[in-house]
């Protein structure tokens, strides 16, 4: 296959800097976008940069003068709202333009984390006992959910919106929260039990035939307290807070039946929410086995030295040949 294939990054308007837009610089901070531009220059495709703006015109008119073979969508949102990333594919695909990973349906799944966990639910995969909390609407939880419970945006991902304030131990203080998620992100909210246990990632690389990497885990290895922990926003994303709680991300030390058994299940998963090309299974192990599904994320963060591309290459895969697998993989998808 020719090498010189005319790739186009779609990108989130707010990733691109002023001063780079077509991300040719290395920037203080490497971003997911930049990473993934950089290893396709590597690779030596023809390259181009597509900021997905407001104005749907702009993108049309802009992939009619790229012309793309494929579109690297890094996508997460339109307009600032994380719902409507499942609309951008939506049009890709009403004009007939290839791109790699999920498609809306996938999307739409994952991203409502109430209709993910129902679906998974009719499926025999265990998942949190939940309940719906409707913007705007009158809070009411089923007698059989027991306390504590996560309360958090229905629509976000990354661990946006959850925090230790998240984490309820009564009615009273779900409804606070509740309405704080309402208020602050404008949507449902989602009220799940606590699942105590191990905290696991399980990267996922495939469409019909599916690569299973080696498994990550987040180490809660503060010995002050012994309430629950959290994938916090600051847990995933703030580096001090981390060495301030003696919290680290590794690879899981699991005995081989609970990695054959995480396997299987993940792949379940992977399936049953129409995930493509690439995606992340969060999970927890509970003290006496269970494997308790928390989310699946059908565009984790690819960037080089993230959870994904750190399982890949512990899985034998360099970064650039794992960019350049998600290509091939979305290719032979529209053969």
Same mark, same amino acid.
């Given at each position: 296959m020719s090498?010189?294939?005319?790739?186009?990054?779609?990108?989130?308007?707010?990733?691109?800097?002023?001063?780079?837009?077509? &991300? @040719?610089?290395?920037?203080e901070v490497p971003t997911t976008e930049y990473h993934a531009v950089d290893a396709l220059r590597t690779l030596r495709y023809k390259v181009s940069v597509l900021p997905a703006v407001d104005e749907i015109e702009k993108i049309i008119s802009g992939l009619a003068e790229q012309q793309p073979d494929l579109i690297f969508n890094l996508t997460e949102q339109f307009a600032g709202d994380r719902r409507l990333d499942k609309n951008i594919t939506a049009?890709?695909?009403?004009?007939?333009?290839? &791109?790699?990973?999920?498609g809306p349906t996938g999307l739409m799944l994952c991203r409502d984390?109430?209709? =993910?966990?129902?679906?998974?639910?009719?499926?025999?995969?265990?998942?949190?006992?939940?309940?719906?909390?409707?913007?705007?609407?009158?809070?009411?939880?089923?007698?059989?959910l027991r306390y504590p419970l996560v309360v958090k945006p229905a629509?976000?991902?990354?661990? @946006?919106?959850?925090?230790?304030?998240?984490?309820? =131990?009564?009615?009273?203080?779900?409804? @606070?929260?509740?309405? &704080?998620?309402?208020e602050r992100w404008d949507q449902a909210a989602i009220a799940e039990e606590y699942i105590e246990g191990r905290e696991l990632y399980v990267s996922i690389l495939g469409n019909k035939r599916l690569t299973v990497f080696p498994i990550r885990?987040?180490?809660?290895?503060?010995?002050?307290?012994?309430?629950?922990?959290?994938?916090?926003?600051?847990?995933?994303w $703030? @580096?001090?807070?981390?060495?301030?709680? $003696?919290?680290?991300?590794?690879? =899981?030390?699991?005995?081989?039946?609970?990695?054959?058994?995480?396997?299987?299940?993940?792949?379940?998963?992977?399936?049953?929410?129409q995930i493509r090309?690439?995606?992340? *299974?969060?999970?927890?192990?509970?003290?006496? $086995?269970?494997?308790?599904?928390?989310?699946?994320?059908? $565009?984790?963060? *690819?960037?080089?030295g993230e959870e994904f591309a750190e399982a890949a290459e512990k899985g034998g895969i360099s970064y650039d040949d794992l960019i350049d697998r998600i290509i091939h993989l979305a290719l032979r998808r529209y053969k």
């Open positions: 090498r010189r294939l005319n790739i186009t990054v779609l990108v989130d308007v707010a990733s691109v800097p002023d001063n780079d837009p077509h &991300f @040719e610089n290395t920037p049009l890709l695909e009403m004009l007939g333009t290839p &791109f790699t990973g999920s984390k109430r209709l =993910a966990k129902q679906l998974l639910s009719l499926h025999k995969v265990r998942v949190p006992g939940f309940v719906s909390l409707p913007h705007k609407g009158a809070v009411s939880v089923p007698k059989s629509f976000e991902d990354s661990s @946006e919106g959850i925090s230790n304030a998240s984490l309820v =131990a009564n009615e009273s203080a779900l409804k @606070e929260r509740a309405q &704080f998620v309402h885990e987040c180490l809660f290895n503060s010995s002050a307290g012994d309430g629950p922990h959290l994938a916090t926003y600051r847990v995933k $703030n @580096e001090q807070f981390r060495k301030k709680w $003696n919290i680290k991300f590794g690879f =899981a030390k699991l005995d081989p039946s609970a990695v054959k058994r995480i396997t299987r299940v993940c792949k379940r998963v992977y399936r049953v929410l090309d690439y995606g992340r *299974i969060d999970l927890r192990l509970t003290p006496d $086995n269970k494997l308790v599904i928390l989310e699946a994320n059908p $565009n984790p963060d *690819i960037a080089y």
